[in-house]
């Protein structure tokens, strides 16, 4: 089994490049879908994070409110280290579940937006960084998502710098081009990890 961590900063590609992995062969771990997941309606997971942070958390339908979450614990470090300590460690179990069910020859793509932050390139044998320049992350984000130009620029910022992604990466997507571009340069990279995984 070979395991390729894949990261890039908001709006660099990411998504587009897991999507295209997905497509050749590759078993897909998505640490956000996966931590979406782990709190949806009925679970455990949800239980102790409104037992934490009472009922106000969730919507009308029983879901996680993740706005006024949010809000509660990106205002406060100490809060928000709780709701890490409840949901990182169901995380963790649900994307080793994901692994066991995989092939033992498979190629893993680890989807992970915070692999840099984290420190956790060290877990994978292998780290792509999807990269765009910072104009285009912003034009992106704006046209593509509907954010304000300032909304955009905080996000970004909240990230690991590029500078700071790519000295952890073994292999660098370039996304500032076009799609067509991009998908011959994750073809590449799936011609690489077949190789690997061979």
């Known amino acids: 089994m070979l395991r390729v961590g894949l990261t890039g900063g908001i709006g660099s590609g990411k998504s587009e490049v897991s999507r295209r992995l997905v497509a050749l062969g590759a078993v897909l771990v998505d640490a956000d879908a996966v931590a979406r997941e782990v ?38 470090d100490a809060r928000r280290e709780r709701l890490n300590a409840i949901v990182h460690p169901l995380v963790g179990r649900r994307m080793q579940e994901l692994v066991d069910e995989a092939p033992a020859d498979a190629i893993v ?19 792509v960084v999807v990269d765009a320049p910072v104009e285009e992350q912003v034009r992106r984000l704006t046209e593509l998502r509907g954010m304000t130009e300032d909304a955009a620029r905080a996000r970004i910022a909240a990230q690991a710098t590029r ?9 660098i997507i370039d996304n500032s081009g076009s799609l067509e571009s991009l998908a011959a340069q994750v073809d590449d990279l799936w011609a690489e990890l077949a190789r690997r995984a061979a």
Do not use: C, S, W
């Open 109 to 127: 793509v680890y989807d992970v937006p915070l692999l840099t932050e984290n420190d956790l390139a060290g877990l994978y044998d292998l780290v």
């Open 163 to 171: 500078e700071r992604r790519r000295a952890i990466a073994d292999r």
């Open 39 to 76: 709190v949806e309606p009925g679970t455990p997971g949800l239980a102790a994070v409104v037992e934490e942070f009472g009922e106000q958390i969730l919507l009308p339908d029983g879901g996680l409110d993740r706005e006024r979450l949010g809000a509660i614990v990106f205002a406060d």
